[in-house]
């Protein structure tokens, strides 16, 4: 199908890379069709109005990824409109920060319902559409945190490392439909994630700052300084998953980070397991948490 015509169903889509996305597919072909879901209705139709001026034909739909129903109704609102899907783009998705000890489970449970499981209602509620149209593409938003897994940051990571599993198995279960899956790698990128993580930890761990990881929770500040230089907009990020969309044979992973394929490479194939643990230590903090925890253990008992 030329792109034009094809429909794009965009998860996540009232801010940061979903919204830049829909204005870079709107702009580039202005006869697309789009469907934007998010939890934040009126973001939402923001983002749509821009897409719509630019002569894309956009429905919205509100949805919370962590509500499998809402999940099949968004999917059967989708085909019920347009009576296709080309693209799914699965972008919805947040960040619990945090040392794994300390998270409750339940937030545990959202963080793998939004970032995982949501991903896969889409999946299985659209890959028949796509089957039987002749095929499609499915595009799975994972991080750099998909490939390496950080202290901290251990449930993003794994919800992460999930996604990048399931899209390998995807993309082999799924080529002789002519559905092709790929996954983007986003490094640091300006947008709210560093605002989100911060409320989810408040919320989940208010406590955190009077427990052994207090060093670490003080560090989570600096973080988002810490990596601004190297931040890419949402909008570079957007055009990396245009590059996958538009491709005929998209690649199976697009790295969309400043030197990113060289960290990966010397991460995971060069530098031991050691100086890596050490490196990621230092940089979220949990160096000065071993510092504390070994000042506290020789201080007298009384």
Not at 154 to 183: C, Q
């Amino acid at each position: 199908m030329s792109a034009s015509s094809q429909v794009v169903l965009i998860t996540g889509a009232s801010t940061g890379i979903g919204a830049a996305l829909a204005q870079a597919l709107a702009d580039r072909t202005p006869k697309i069709q789009l469907i934007l879901t998010a939890r934040n209705i009126a973001k939402l139709d923001l983002v749509a109005n821009g897409a719509r001026q630019a002569g894309a034909e956009v429905l919205t739909i509100a949805t919370d990824m962590a509500q499998p129903d809402q999940v099949k109704a968004l999917a059967k609102t989708a085909i019920d409109k347009f009576g296709r899907v080309d693209v799914l783009v699965n972008n919805a998705g947040y960040g619990q920060m945090g040392p794994i000890e300390l998270i409750p489970i339940e937030a545990v449970q959202r963080q793998f319902q939004v970032n995982v499981i949501g991903a896969i209602g889409l999946i299985q509620a659209l890959t028949p559409v796509m089957r039987d149209q002749g095929g499609g593409k499915i595009i799975n938003v994972s991080s750099l945190g998909g490939r390496i897994a950080f202290p901290f940051c251990g449930l993003y990571s794994a919800s992460k490392f999930a996604l990048e599993s399931l899209s390998d198995s995807l993309r082999r279960e799924l080529e002789p439909f002519n559905i092709r899956v790929s996954v983007i790698e986003p490094g640091p990128v300006s947008t709210d994630f560093f605002e989100v993580v911060e409320r989810e930890v408040d919320t989940t761990i208010p406590e955190g700052k009077n427990t052994p990881y207090r060093a670490a929770f003080e560090n989570l500040d600096n973080l988002d300084k810490l990596t601004r230089s190297q931040a890419w907009s949402s909008e570079r990020v957007a055009a990396v998953i245009v590059k996958a969309i538009m491709a005929k044979y998209p690649r199976p992973r697009y790295v969309a980070a400043t030197a990113g394929g060289f960290l990966l490479f010397m991460m995971t194939k060069v530098l031991p397991t050691w100086i890596v643990d050490r490196f990621w230590q230092k940089f979220y903090g949990i160096d000065r948490v071993a510092k504390e925890w070994k000042n506290r253990q020789r201080q007298p008992l009384l």
